[in-house]
């Protein structure tokens, strides 16, 4: 039945897609949409169509005695059994300090690196050019605590030493020698990097006036 | 005893550490220096390092440790007692702060 070979590769695409959702949490559609990335899922996919053909060639039908059942569960098998043997490894080698596995997973874990490499590429020109855009007239002595903790705060669950982590970043820029734009876009990168686009910008944009270096009005905290 | 609960809030944490860590020692410029240093090399040894920053050695230890605190920074163990290398936003932030550095340095001259 044709439906279970499409059901087998779709199993295989989503856990592909489940180890890019898991790398790039900020922005998982964003990631997903990559030209390598979706070559990995199909990947994925490809492996799990193969082996469900495997799997009916040599008729296994894990003890399920109804025929269509036991289809489903070949479907099933197929892609739990792509998934595990291809992140299985043979044995590990230790070079050093290192360990090197040996076996199909190797590959994989080449075939990921790959991927998280072209994705990190074309991500950090999607963020940079985001973040000059949201950032554009924002000025960095307003906005230091007010912008990450407005963030934080429409977010509601981030953790608190990922909070104590993003606050030693901004202090360590509060205090550098470095122009105030550059200043600016490193606080936008990394709140962008935590809370996503979408927040950050929103963010912007209600704090308005409050953390706009053009506006008169508000005024300037030292730091 | 009666105990005063206290609901968790969703940036306290931030203002507080922000706060302490602008006047905690953060080792001046060198911290810049070493992800300048990082940024041209990839990875560099500890001791490669500490000739690089030309700080004295508490500033490059306040600079290292802040750095790996603050998630820019990290440190391999090797034979020869560590290797520095930028996190994914270290590298990040070096790509962006390299808008306001030279384009020459005569310290990496190797590179």
């Not at chain 1, 490894?89 to 596995?101: A, H, M, W, Y």
């Not at chain 2, 931030?14 to 990839?42: E, Y």
Request: proline share 4%; net charge negative; charged share 20%.
């Amino acid at each position: 039945m044709a439906l279970e070979w499409i059901v087998a590769g779709i199993f295989g695409a989503l856990i592909g897609a489940g180890e890019i959702v898991a790398q790039f949490r900020d922005e998982p559609d964003d990631a997903l949409m990559t030209f390598p990335a979706l070559g990995y899922m199909l990947f994925n996919a490809l492996a799990a169509v193969l082996a469900l053909a495997v799997i009916r060639v040599f008729g296994w039908n894990v003890g399920v005695q109804d025929p269509i059942l036991a289809g489903w569960a070949q479907v099933v098998l197929a892609g739990f059994g792509a998934m595990a043997l291809l992140r299985a490894s043979f044995f590990n080698v230790r070079d050093g300090e290192k360990i090197i596995t040996i076996g199909p997973s190797r590959f994989l874990d080449i075939v990921l690196v790959s991927v998280k490499d072209a994705v990190d590429r074309k991500r950090a020109e999607q963020r940079g050019i985001a973040v000059s855009q949201i950032m554009v007239q924002v000025d960095f002595n307003r906005a230091w605590q007010a912008l990450p903790a407005y963030c934080f705060g429409l977010l509601q669950n981030l953790p608190q030493d990922e909070q104590d982590k993003f606050a030693k970043k901004i202090a360590l820029l509060v205090n550098a020698s470095m122009s105030e734009r550059v200043k600016t876009l490193l606080l936008g990168l990394s709140l962008m990097n935590l809370v996503g686009e979408k927040v950050l910008a929103t963010a912007v944009k209600n704090l308005g006036d409050d953390i706009n270096r053009l506006s008169p009005t508000a005024p300037s905290p030292a730091p | 005893m009666e105990r005063k609960y206290t609901p968790s809030d969703d940036f306290g944490s931030f203002l507080s550490t922000v706060q302490r860590a602008v006047n905690q020692p953060q080792g001046g410029d060198a911290s810049m220096r070493i992800i300048h240093s990082l940024s041209r090399r990839k990875q560099t040894t500890m001791s490669q390092m500490v000739t690089l920053v030309k700080a004295s050695w508490s500033d490059f230890n306040d600079s290292l440790k802040y750095l790996q605190a603050a998630g820019l920074v990290q440190i391999q163990d090797d034979n020869e007692g560590g290797v520095l290398l930028l996190t994914d936003e270290g590298a990040h932030w070096a790509q962006t702060m390299s808008l306001d550095w030279p384009d020459d340095d005569p310290e990496d001259g190797d590179r």
